[in-house]
């Protein structure tokens, strides 16, 4: 079973917060990814890194930033929250070019 | 730029029957391919993926895939559905030219009636 967590499952915050989302994977890998996940959508990409201080983005431009100090963590952030923001955000993890990426179960967010 | 479509958001069948999830993907050079599950709440989770080793993957729960090069497919076929395949059910892409980063389908709910 893939260990990679995401925290908060969940979160409803009010326009202009500022908000991290975190996850985590304790299976090494250096590639790491952000998703943006809307119904009847592909996934679009916010974010990847390919290892500690390397750091991309995506084809969505979300207004987020992210950091990889450490291998194992690779957070969102998002520095003033808004209504269009609303979204499911999936983080992934893969070892090496063309391996499988591993999901973690995602944080539904909502921005009022 | 590649790109992966899937036919059909909505696929319903009968507990049973065949399940057949299409899949095509534009690209110059063979991709890796994939094949995710996604069930409520939760995150993708791999079914199965295509590297050249074989034509015809073999994943879990009983879907397998065909990587058809003239065709440039990958479509995901179980022979007799179960009330648990009941998800949403994504493929995926990925090639050198684009750093190896999948590029996933819009997704296809199959949706099994009892």
């Known amino acids: 079973e893939a260990d990679i967590y995401q925290t908060p499952r969940y979160l409803v915050i009010g326009t202009g917060k500022k908000i991290t989302l975190e996850c985590s994977q304790t299976?090494?890998?250096?590639?790491m990814y952000w998703y943006q996940q809307d119904p009847g959508m592909e996934l679009h990409l916010i974010h990847y890194?390919?290892?500690?201080?390397?750091?991309e983005k995506g084809d969505l431009s979300s207004e987020s930033t992210v950091s990889r100090i450490r291998t194992e963590h690779f957070p969102l952030t998002l520095e003033s929250a808004r209504p269009s923001h609303t979204s499911q955000y999936l983080c992934?993890?893969?070892?090496?070019?063309?391996?499988?990426?591993?999901f973690g179960p995602g944080t539904r967010l909502t921005v009022t | 730029a590649q790109s992966v479509t899937q036919l059909g958001s909505h696929v319903s069948v009968s507990e049973g029957a065949l399940v057949l999830l299409r899949c095509n993907y534009s690209?110059?050079?063979?991709?890796?391919l994939f094949w995710y599950v996604q069930y409520p709440n939760q995150g993708l989770q791999l079914l199965l993926k295509?590297?050249?080793?074989?034509?015809l993957v073999k994943g879990i729960n009983g879907f397998e895939a065909e990587f058809k090069k003239s065709e440039t497919s990958f479509h995901l076929t179980k022979p007799s559905a179960h009330m648990s395949d009941a998800a949403e059910y994504f493929c995926?892409?990925?090639?050198?030219?684009?750093?190896?980063?999948?590029?996933f389908g819009r997704g296809t709910s199959l949706i099994v009636h009892p």
């Open positions: 992934a993890s893969s070892a090496l070019d063309g391996d499988e990426q591993y």
């Open positions: 299976m090494g890998h250096d590639k």
């Open positions: 890194s390919y290892g500690v201080n390397s750091t």
């Open positions: 690209s110059s050079v063979p991709p890796y």
């Open positions: 295509y590297t050249s080793a074989a034509t």
């Open positions: 995926a892409a990925a090639v050198s030219g684009g750093s190896y980063i999948p590029t």
